[in-house]
């Protein structure tokens, strides 16, 4: 039991935090309901001290929360399987990180349920490219604006991936409706031809469409096979079961996914009743170990999943680390960035997969002047 690894008066030494800023590979333009994205990010980075060991990772808890931490002894922080006790899960990564350094593991092998995946080389893991936002709205030209975005798409193809998120619902407020969906669709044929018929599509209208607007470019694209459909509309028990029955009579088969930011607390009810197909619960937002706990339950009901992470420096390589404990563990979701002080550089993306390094803890390389001098600047730290 991973518990047993920790000495018995190993106590929780210090706990130092800081928001570390990082940039996106590209400008991400808008959404159905936002404008520009830009470029910037930020890491909310936090080091532990156990034992000598640092453990780096994201965290929340506020300078207060931390001061009441400190000293804590190390084992009370885990449960026996390694999983973070749930009163301390708001400094888990960190403490995976360090649990994972101390055994000489990655953290996904903490926890795989395939003892091949554990001692790989690396654990590949199927990811998609979800940069493509509305980054054509500036160009007047429709031939143009199609043509930017597959651009964008190729970008990616061109980088490793072979699987592809489309951002939709223009005419939900920066176009005009009806030539806004046309848009849509004409990118979703575009991003087609570049991802061939072996990649994976998945469109996300950001609750952006309605009922009817959803079954029109289902119907429009039907030829197009589309994986899944994503935020369609907000939330709604009455519209997705009509949703499955449209789709069920016209032989339609693509997943509905839904669950990321304030997803209705009955989502899963409707998943284990069959109405959702994918559930994405952002992997910061619910948390390393209560995916590891849902996954299993998903799992059991047949459920696929497909934790959200858009703009998070340290949830593109956390998520990875539970689909080795995770059948229905579907993608990462691929957000290219770069934080200076952390170097992701290990996890490589190829053929349409992260290879994610069998490297102990999360397998990062973190600057410890860098991060210390961050820290002095403009963080705090609890002893």
């Known amino acids: 039991m991973s518990a047993m690894w920790i000495e018995r008066d190993w106590k929780l030494e210090s706990i130092e935090w800081v928001e570390m800023p990082g940039e996106r590979k590209r400008f991400a333009g808008k959404n159905a309901r936002l404008g520009h994205h830009g470029s910037g990010v930020v890491l909310r980075a936090c080091r532990i001290a156990i034992a000598g ?163 029109r470019v289902l119907e429009e694209t039907a030829d197009v096979g589309l994986y899944w459909i994503e935020e369609v509309f907000h939330e709604d028990r009455v519209l997705y079961a009509d949703l499955k029955q449209w789709m069920d009579k016209r032989d339609i088969r693509v997943l509905i996914a839904d669950g990321e930011g304030q997803a209705s607390p009955s989502l899963l009810d409707w998943a284990f009743e069959g109405i959702i197909d994918v559930v994405q619960y952002d992997i910061m937002g619910k948390g390393v170990c209560n995916w590891l706990e849902l996954g299993a339950k998903l799992d059991a009901a047949g459920v696929k999943s497909a934790p959200h992470c858009y703009g998070g420096p340290f949830g593109v390589y956390a998520m990875g680390h539970v689909a080795s404990a995770i059948k229905g563990f579907q993608f990462i979701e691929w957000d290219a960035m770069t934080v200076p002080g952390l170097d992701g550089s290990r996890y490589r993306l190829r053929d349409g997969s992260i290879e994610i390094p069998n490297s102990p803890g999360f397998g990062l390389e973190w600057d410890d002047g860098y991060f210390s001098r961050l820290v002095s600047d403009k963080g705090w730290i609890a002893l």
């Open 53 to 215: 060991q640092y453990g780096y990772g994201w965290s929340k808890l506020s300078e207060v929360e931390a001061k009441a931490l400190i000293g804590m002894p190390a084992r009370q922080l885990f449960m026996e399987d390694g999983r973070v006790q749930p009163e301390y899960r708001c400094l888990e990564c960190p403490l995976l990180d360090w649990l994972g350094k101390l055994r000489g593991k990655p953290v996904y092998a903490l926890f795989a349920e395939d003892a091949a995946a554990a001692s790989a080389p690396f654990f590949a893991v199927p990811c998609y490219d979800t940069s493509l936002y509305f980054d054509e709205l500036d160009i007047a030209d429709e031939a143009g604006a199609i043509a930017h975005m597959q651009a964008e798409a190729q970008q990616g193809k061109d980088a490793g991936h072979r699987h592809f998120k489309i951002k939709t619902g223009r005419g939900a407020r920066h176009m005009e409706l009806e030539r806004g969906t046309r848009r849509d669709i004409a990118v979703i044929r575009a991003v087609r031809e570049v991802a061939g018929p072996e990649g994976k599509l998945m469109i996300d209208a950001n609750n952006g469409y309605n009922l009817n607007l959803t079954k």
